[in-house]
Each structure stands twice: as C-alpha cells, then as structure tokens.
C-alpha cells in the first residue's frame, strides 16, 4: 500500500478527523517546516499518531505518543522536548474526546 492509499484509507476511517489533525500539527509547526502552501507537510506524521490515539487516556498519554512520533520522523534532537508538545497534545484531546458526540463540532 502506498502512502496516498494509506492516507486515503485513514481519511476514511476517521473522516475529518485526519485534516483537524494535520491542521493542529501545521498550526503549532513543532519542527519549523510549515509554510504557507504547504499544509500536508504533516500529513505523514498525523498518519501515525491518529491510529495510537485509541490507545490514549489523557493528554499526557497524547503528548507522549505525538514527541515520540516526531522523534520517530526526525530524531530526539530535532523533535525536542517532550513539553514542546504539551499544547499540541491539549488540542488534539479535546478533538479526539470530542469525536463521539455528534452534539458538538470538531
């Protein structure tokens, strides 16, 4: 499977919830590669974090799943400390919390 197949898979199985995530990344740009045009540049990472997220608690377990991913994608040096992506993490709970309840909107 490539990855556009696999990006289309996960898009289909979380729906829009794969874009708010790419979004979250790219607005909080952790690494400094977002630009202006290029709002995929996260696209690879969302793809690995959104299938660990079942297993997430809280936004600590979030947080640690998210630096350990971008440690993955760059190394432990680029990526950083681990509280860099504490307010991340807070974003993406409150959107994962939120996927359940058609009540409110992600």
């Given amino acids: 499977m490539d990855e556009e197949d696999?990006?289309?898979r996960l898009k289909r199985e979380y729906?829009?919830?794969?874009?708010?995530?790419?979004e979250i990344?790219?607005?909080?740009d952790?690494?400094?590669?977002?630009?202006?045009?290029?709002?995929?540049e996260y696209d690879l990472?969302?793809?690995?974090?959104?299938?660990?997220l079942w297993q997430c608690q809280?936004?600590?377990?979030?947080?640690?799943?998210?630096?350990q991913e971008f440690?993955?994608?760059?190394?432990?040096?680029?990526a950083g400390a681990k509280e860099k992506y504490i307010e991340i993490?807070?974003?993406?709970?409150?959107v994962w919390s939120l996927r359940g309840d058609s009540s409110k909107r992600i």
Wanted: hydrophobic content about 40%; overall charge negative.
């Fill in 58 to 67: 809280s936004v600590e377990d979030v947080t640690e799943i998210v630096h």
């Fill in 15 to 22: 729906g829009t919830l794969f874009d708010v995530l790419t």
């Fill in 30 to 40: 952790p690494i400094g590669i977002g630009f202006e045009e290029n709002r995929d």
């Fill in 71 to 78: 440690q993955d994608w760059f190394t432990p040096e680029v």
């Fill in 6 to 8: 696999k990006r289309r």
């Fill in 45 to 52: 990472e969302a793809e690995t974090i959104l299938p660990r």
């Fill in 25 to 28: 990344l790219f607005r909080h």
């Fill in 89 to 94: 993490a807070e974003d993406i709970w409150r």
